[in-house]
């Protein structure tokens, strides 16, 4: 087993090294590295170590996350999670997360939460798919008049300040949204700093800036070539102003597609064009993959729609603390000692939790274990929300 500990200040390039490289990257120059230097939260980078040499590692930021009611739960953002190729599956991650998940409760946070580059690997240390998101492609795309826009579009530099404070007013309407720390930030700042080409459009309206995109051309050799606009940030505090943006986008010369890997699945730019075809649905994507470290307390702070209560079963191998019967009701969830109408495991529940998926589908495709099947319907009314959850940070 190895030994894993935080690490110090001195040991993080380190690590980020390590990190870069199970990612098949390259180390970061120096000039890049005096930016992301500093997006390391001082005590959450953890190291593996086998014979007092590093082979793995995994960090984490603290953040938050909005649930449905509005409430805001302290969450762990988890990534930068490594290990040296030639240390593979000897179970150096599952050290890893082991430590961390247990560091994640002693902190008093609700959830952990992370952007998984392979789909199989963390359900088992109890993380699912918690909000999906559609990668959106148009080509030759415009608006049709009839869609509301308006306000302003800028073009700012990377390192514009008042992002940040954007991204939190626009945030807080929709659940599943997490807390960008000040270490999220310094992307943005590097790329700025390193003269990345990264591209900040910031919309304003009737109270000021209200949401912006961050975009990446692609390079092309001939430069009457037409480009394609790779969309890697784009916030928006109304559907109006999400809306304005996309007008802008499309409108930008001497681009054949823009593309943008994470959209909410509410967002209809497919219907806001006079030809559908000229937007791609190209997927459907798992976005936020979530982890309930405190079940009661996840559970205990939505609020839940209007239908009979139901008990549910939650098996937790991780982490036993959170197995046990909940009630829920339209009014609260909590611990109870009554028969379950349905068992799942914890990563299931991370599923459901914020409505990704229904019960019923789940059950259909053998993810809950159903002991009364009347119980479906309702928990499906329980969980429902009105709007789809939506992270929309990458991490
Ligand atoms: C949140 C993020 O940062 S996402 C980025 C994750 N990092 C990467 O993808 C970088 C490249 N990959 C790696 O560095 C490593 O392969 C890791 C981190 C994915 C896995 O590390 P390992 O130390 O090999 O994992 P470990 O040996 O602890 O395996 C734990 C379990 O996961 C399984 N597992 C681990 N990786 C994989 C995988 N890629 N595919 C399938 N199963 C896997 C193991 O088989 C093992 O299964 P078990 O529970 O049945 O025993």
Request: include cysteine; glycine fraction near 10%; proline fraction near 7%.
């Amino acid at each position: 087993m190895p030994d894993v500990r935080p690490l110090a200040a001195d040991e993080v390039r380190a690590a980020h090294t390590l990190f870069r490289a199970a990612l098949h990257r390259g180390p970061m120059s120096a000039d890049q590295w005096a930016f992301s230097g500093r997006s390391f939260e001082p005590g959450r980078t953890l190291g593996a170590f086998v014979d007092g040499r590093m082979v793995g590692t995994a960090l984490a930021w603290s953040s938050d996350l909005v649930v449905p009611g509005g409430a805001t739960l302290p969450m762990a953002a988890v990534t930068r999670v490594g290990v040296r190729t030639d240390f593979r599956r000897r179970g150096v991650l599952r050290a890893l997360m082991r430590e961390q998940v247990d560091d994640v409760a002693e902190r008093g946070e609700v959830f952990a939460g992370l952007h998984a580059t392979e789909p199989v690997i963390y359900g088992r240390f109890g993380y699912g798919v918690g909000t999906r998101a559609l990668r959106v492609a148009a080509r030759g795309a415009r608006l049709l008049p009839s869609v509301p826009t308006g306000g302003a579009v800028r073009v700012v530099d990377p390192g514009f300040p008042g992002l940040p404070g954007i991204y939190d007013r626009a945030r807080r309407s929709r659940v599943g949204s997490i807390a960008r720390p000040p270490e999220w930030w310094v992307n943005y700042e590097r790329a700025w700093g390193v003269n990345e080409n990264l591209v900040v459009a910031v919309h304003s309206g009737d109270d000021g800036d209200d949401g912006f995109v961050a975009w990446r051309p692609s390079e092309t050799a001939d430069p009457t070539d037409t480009t394609t606009l790779a969309v890697e940030d784009f916030v928006a505090a109304t559907p109006a102003v999400a809306y304005a943006l996309w007008e802008f986008l499309l409108g930008i010369d001497l681009v054949s597609c823009v593309r943008a890997f994470m959209r909410p699945l509410d967002e209809s730019l497919t219907v806001a064009v006079p030809d559908p075809r000229t937007v791609s649905i190209e997927d459907v994507v798992d976005d936020l993959w979530l982890r309930l470290v405190d079940v009661p307390a996840a559970l205990g702070a939505r609020v839940y729609g209007d239908a009979d209560p139901v008990v549910v079963e939650v098996a937790d191998p991780f982490r036993p603390g959170n197995d046990g019967c909940y009630r829920i009701t339209p009014d609260k969830a909590e611990r109870c000692d009554d028969a379950p109408a349905v068992s799942v495991g914890v990563e299931v529940l991370a599923m459901l939790y914020f409505g990704a998926w229904s019960w019923s589908s789940l059950a259909e495709a053998g993810r809950v274990t159903v002991d009364d099947p009347a119980a479906l319907a309702h928990l499906d009314r329980l969980f429902a929300l009105e709007r789809p959850a939506f992270c929309g940070t990458y991490f």
